[in-house]
């Protein structure tokens, strides 16, 4: 408790440290205020009735940060930006330019590929924006637009998306943490006072055991989730020791820390947006006057809407990309080359090749342990809702995942910074 109170001491001592997190806030504070403006034209009796009980919107809704339950400009949120740098780091498996770029040349080239993230960011947005508002108008939810409308419309919502990107890369830059993640957070907290008021005025004292079981459950998942985000492998390295006159450097023993999981929570935000967007385009084409697409986008939507399906499809995409993520944010090569610049090796390991076949085994094994914890407890809320039949398990059990990972690193980002002005 006093180390507690002496770092907070240190937090709001420190002017700079102070003014990032401040900065934060005040960012936040503007997102919260954008997802309160609704675009024209609503229906928002027919919203509710739509929204309610729908997992696919929930999910959506969390990555409007809110915006989505009463259509504000920022509806679509960060969803087109992920999606759009999920494309790009695909792109760095077939381009090896793309991939030199991102690891090889240094801040310059990961700007460069920043900004190519940002360009294909906008029809991103007014493709989603489109598909959105037809499904809203087939829906009875918005009236129909004429064309001038439809783009003014389309305008303001790419617009809204593309300002919350820029203000999350400001939050990344200017302030402390992920920007991204911490909007992302910022719209799951900012539902959490209904969500408990609903719950407490619904509350069934026979339900009883069943709120104890889920209360259950979510610590069993914030602490998993803690002990394996925290949890690392520490592999030994020595630093040969040079004779210079009458002194002797180096021959001193460290480690490497390799996390066990390395990838965070971009995996699991990862996953949702590639299970969310095709729903989104495929529930606009089911609308289309052309029967075999309709018959296609059906069937499509049918088997997303499949709860088996859906979990295993979900599962493996949250495996697959904490691979994905881990592989390209951590090369073994470029360890293994600096490790024997810097003339250090791992003991029983030959510099070089072999150091980095050896840290890239023992990095697979490390993240095969990582990406089977988070496929499990991604789609662990799924199989609850299964049993118990409860929808909104489901969207509480990713947010909760969340916002418990996003938590981790915004304090990891904290200590750091503190370390830094100790020193």
């Known amino acids: 408790m006093a180390n507690f109170i002496h770092k907070i001491k240190l937090v709001f001592g420190d002017k700079i440290l102070r003014g990032r997190i401040l900065f934060t806030l005040l960012i936040l504070v503007l997102f919260r205020f954008m997802a309160t403006i609704p675009i024209p034209g609503i229906d928002a009796l027919r919203l509710e009735q739509f929204l309610s009980g729908n997992d696919f919107f929930g999910l959506l809704n969390i990555f409007s940060g809110g915006g989505l339950s009463n259509l504000s400009i920022i509806m679509l949120g960060v969803s087109p930006y992920i999606t759009s740098s999920i494309i790009m780091q695909l792109m760095t498996v077939m381009f090896p330019k793309l991939k030199a770029m991102y690891q090889e040349e240094g801040d310059l080239g990961r700007k460069k590929f920043s900004q190519y993230s940002r360009l294909l960011t906008v029809p991103l947005a007014l493709m989603q924006g489109f598909a959105f508002i037809t499904l809203l108008q087939n829906q009875g939810i918005l009236a129909k637009l004429s064309t001038f409308d439809l783009v003014t419309n389309l305008i303001v919502i790419g617009t809204g998306s593309l300002l919350l990107m820029w203000l999350g890369e400001l939050i990344s830059e200017f302030g402390i943490g992920n920007g991204v993640s911490l909007i992302i957070f910022a719209g799951i907290v900012s539902v959490l006072p209904s969500s408990i008021s609903q719950l407490v005025f619904s509350f069934d004292p026979s339900q009883l055991p069943v709120y104890v079981g889920f209360l259950a459950a979510a610590l069993v998942v914030i602490w998993g989730v803690v002990v394996i985000t925290e949890a690392e492998r520490p592999i030994p390295v020595t630093y040969a020791k040079q004779v210079r006159g009458n002194k002797v450097y180096g021959g001193v023993s460290t480690y490497l820390p390799l996390r066990v999981n390395q990838a965070g929570v971009i995996p699991i935000i990862f996953a949702l947006s590639i299970l969310l967007f095709p729903q989104m385009i495929i529930k606009f084409l089911v609308n289309v006057n052309n029967t075999i697409i309709q018959n296609i986008s059906s069937f499509l939507l049918n088997l ?91 969207i509480g059990g990713t947010s909760l995942l969340i916002v418990v990972s996003v938590v981790i690193d915004l304090i990891k980002k904290v200590d750091a910074q503190i370390s830094a002005r100790e020193y």
């Open 304 to 394: 997303l809407n499949n709860q088996a399906f859906y979990g295993i499809a979900y599962f493996l995409l949250v495996f697959i990309f904490t691979y994905f993520y881990t592989a390209i944010t951590f090369d073994p090569d470029s360890i293994s080359k600096n490790l024997q610049r810097s003339g250090a090796f791992i003991p029983g390991v030959r510099p070089g090749v072999s150091t980095s076949g050896y840290i890239a085994k023992t990095l697979f094994r490390l993240t095969m342990v990582g990406a089977l914890f988070l496929g499990v407890i991604a789609v662990l809320p799924l199989i609850v809702k299964a049993f118990t039949g409860i929808s909104a398990v489901a």
